[in-house]
């Protein structure tokens, strides 16, 4: 059956099987048109089959030579044919081989007269190979890059349940002291030692100075302006060793005291820490604290004194006379200066530097009578 289908459907072999087929036709029409206008002359020779076609050309029939020379010798066609007759390869025995088994005829492939003397495909397993092998790799490049997607997918979600976990408690910590702020006391009373987080006397200057709450921590500020905006003060009562008086010769200065350090105990005057340490106790911290630059200046020029200078608290029965052994400038929060020393120990607070308030001066004074 004869194949239809157009050139560009055509295989590379297919197409070069088919040009050789052509080839072959148009050298037997050469040799045949060569024939019919006598370029190829017929020969005495014995019949000898012509590759190119399947007829046996048989010679014709000579006419008596003259006499004298034998019968059927014509030197002029003996040259000529010797000249045109083909030279016919001398058979060669054939190396014995085992014939392959035709090749399996795909359905809807050409099929061609001499299809049996095409040679059979050749396969490149060594190509073959090679495309699997650049396949494995692209493949498996593939997979390490959905891996690594995978990866940095987890560690993005972690990261956001983190973060969502920090907002969450956050949020939650908040909502809890903002409903804190709303169940009532029985006692209005500051239920914070404020000098427990930050030291006495901030505050910010001006001409309506207030108490500075940015020294306060953060997790502690509504509370703090909650409970301190109006405090109701309770002040302990006085006794016969409470301390009464601040006397400091070298500031020429004679200062009662409240106790407390408060917003509002300092605008009276000197402030003591109420943590329940009299002058004339053995052991303790007796501190205070004052304004440096508002309510009265008291504390301005607490920074003139020195080591070696003394100061006297009085109470009701004594006079307790303090040395300065050392002056320091710290933060605001660093609320370990008013802790116990050894022995009996006195402190006097103040911000610093004037007018400026973001920092502390502290003298440290030991009792010695």
Same mark, same amino acid.
């Given at each position: 059956?004869?194949?239809?289908?157009?050139?560009?459907?055509?295989?590379?072999?297919?197409?070069?099987?088919?040009?050789?087929?052509?080839?072959?036709?148009?050298?037997?029409?050469?040799?045949?048109r060569?024939?019919?206008?006598?370029?190829?002359?017929?020969?005495?020779?014995?019949?000898?089959?012509?590759?190119?076609s399947?007829?046996?050309?048989?010679?014709?029939s000579?006419?008596?030579?003259?006499?004298?020379?034998?019968?059927?010798?014509?030197?002029?066609?003996?040259?000529?044919?010797?000249?045109?007759?083909?030279?016919?390869?001398?058979?060669?025995? $054939? +190396? *014995?081989? &085992?014939?392959?088994?035709?090749?399996?005829?795909? #359905? %809807?492939?050409?099929? !061609?007269?001499?299809?049996?003397?095409?040679?059979?495909?050749?396969?490149?397993?060594?190509?073959?190979?090679?495309?699997?092998?650049?396949?494995?790799?692209?493949?498996?490049?593939?997979?390490?890059?959905?891996?690594?997607?995978?990866?940095?997918?987890?560690?993005?979600?972690?990261?956001?349940?983190?973060?969502l976990?920090?907002?969450?408690?956050?949020?939650?910590?908040?909502?809890?002291?903002n409903?804190?702020?709303?169940?009532?006391?029985? $006692? +209005? *009373?500051? &239920?914070?030692r404020?000098?427990?987080?930050?030291? #006495? %006397?901030?505050?910010? !200057?001006?001409?309506?100075?207030?108490?500075?709450?940015?020294?306060?921590?953060?997790f502690?500020?509504?509370?703090?302006?909650?409970?301190?905006?109006?405090?109701?003060?309770?002040?302990?009562?006085?006794?016969?060793?409470?301390?009464?008086?601040?006397?400091v010769?070298?500031?020429?200065?004679?200062?009662?005291?409240?106790?407390?350090?408060?917003?509002?105990?300092?605008?009276?005057?000197?402030?003591?820490?109420?943590?329940?340490?009299?002058?004339?106790?053995?052991?303790?911290?007796?501190?205070?604290?004052?304004?440096?630059d508002?309510?009265?200046?008291?504390?301005?020029?607490?920074?003139?004194?020195?080591?070696?200078?003394?100061?006297?608290?009085?109470?009701?029965?004594?006079?307790?006379?303090?040395?300065?052994?050392?002056?320091?400038?710290?933060?605001?929060?660093?609320?370990?200066?008013?802790?116990?020393?050894?022995?009996?120990?006195?402190?006097?607070?103040?911000?610093?530097?004037?007018?400026?308030?973001?920092?502390?001066?502290?003298?440290?004074?030991?009792?010695?009578?």
């Amino acid at each position: 059956m004869r194949d239809k289908r157009p050139v560009d459907e055509l295989s590379v072999e297919e197409l070069e099987h088919i040009i050789a087929i052509k080839r072959r036709e148009e050298r037997q029409q050469s040799m045949k048109r060569m024939q019919r206008s006598g370029r190829v002359i017929e020969t005495v020779s014995p019949a000898i089959p012509d590759p190119t076609s399947a007829e046996i050309y048989e010679p014709e029939s000579i006419s008596p030579a003259p006499a004298g020379v034998p019968a059927g010798h014509d030197p002029v066609a003996a040259a000529l044919a010797a000249l045109t007759q083909p030279v016919m390869p001398q058979s060669v025995a $054939a +190396p *014995t081989t &085992t014939s392959a088994p035709p090749a399996p005829t795909v #359905p %809807g492939s050409p099929r !061609f007269e001499d299809a049996a003397d095409r040679p059979a495909p050749i396969h490149r397993p060594g190509a073959v190979r090679q495309r699997r092998r650049v396949f494995d790799r692209l493949l498996l490049l593939v997979e390490v890059s959905a891996v690594l997607m995978i990866v940095v997918i987890a560690v993005n979600l972690v990261q956001a349940i983190g973060t969502l976990e920090k907002e969450t408690a956050s949020a939650q910590q908040l909502a809890d002291e903002n409903r804190r702020l709303t169940i009532p006391t029985v $006692a +209005p *009373t500051p &239920t914070i030692r404020l000098e427990n987080v930050v030291l #006495p %006397g901030g505050h910010i !200057f001006g001409a309506n100075p207030q108490f500075n709450y940015n020294e306060v921590p953060e997790f502690l500020r509504a509370r703090v302006q909650s409970e301190w905006i109006q405090p109701v003060i309770s002040r302990p009562p006085q006794t016969s060793e409470t301390a009464l008086a601040l006397i400091v010769p070298k500031l020429n200065l004679n200062a009662t005291i409240v106790q407390g350090v408060d917003w509002e105990a300092l605008k009276q005057g000197v402030g003591q820490v109420t943590n329940g340490i009299n002058p004339g106790d053995d052991y303790g911290n007796v501190s205070m604290a004052a304004h440096n630059d508002i309510y009265g200046k008291l504390f301005q020029h607490l920074d003139e004194l020195a080591a070696g200078d003394s100061f006297q608290i009085q109470t009701r029965t004594n006079v307790y006379t303090y040395t300065i052994n050392s002056i320091q400038i710290v933060e605001p929060n660093k609320v370990d200066v008013l802790e116990p020393r050894e022995g009996a120990t006195a402190t006097l607070i103040s911000c610093y530097p004037y007018q400026v308030d973001d920092q502390r001066i502290v003298v440290f004074a030991d009792r010695i009578n």
